[in-house]
């Protein structure tokens, strides 16, 4: 009996090995939740409109790689937010394309907030949205001012 439970039958224990342990299901954040400094976001937003503003390096030469940067203007039915988009990410923020964005981060740029996905995240394309982006709470029109706090 020992030996069958111990030595012979570990299909059970390597099937439960296979599964990949702390995989937490994402929780999806809305556009207007997003904050300056944080980080971990998962959200599924519509591409309103994509703009590549840096495009340098020659894609003929095998050992230099291109580096590709777009702004993407991005959102849900709560907001719109810029969308820095590199590289490979440039080619799937089409116009009117759905993406999931996993692991995003909020970068500060000139005062005012831009959602990225850096190389510990990833960029989807899914299923178009049935939501309209709602155009007129676009988050990175904010300012935002850096104030030191002094305690007393």
């Not at 937003?45 to 003929?60: C, E, I, M, N």
């Amino acid at each position: 009996m020992s030996a069958a439970q111990g030595g012979g039958g570990g299909s059970a224990a390597s099937a439960e090995a296979s599964e990949k342990p702390g995989l937490r299901k994402p929780v999806f954040t809305k556009v207007e939740q997003l904050k300056p400094g944080t980080n971990g976001h998962t959200l599924t937003v519509k591409v309103v409109t994509s703009k590549t503003v840096l495009q340098k390096g020659r894609s003929a030469s095998a050992n230099l790689r291109q580096t590709r940067i777009a702004e993407c203007l991005v959102g849900d039915e709560t907001g719109t937010i810029v969308f820095t988009a590199r590289n490979d990410q440039v080619d799937m923020m089409k116009a009117g394309a759905t993406v999931i964005l996993r692991n995003a981060k909020i970068d500060m740029f000139k005062g005012s907030m831009r959602l990225a996905v850096d190389k510990w995240g990833r960029v989807e394309v899914t299923e178009p949205a049935t939501f309209v982006v709602k155009e007129d709470n676009n988050l990175s029109l904010v300012e935002y001012e850096l104030v030191n706090v002094v305690e007393e």
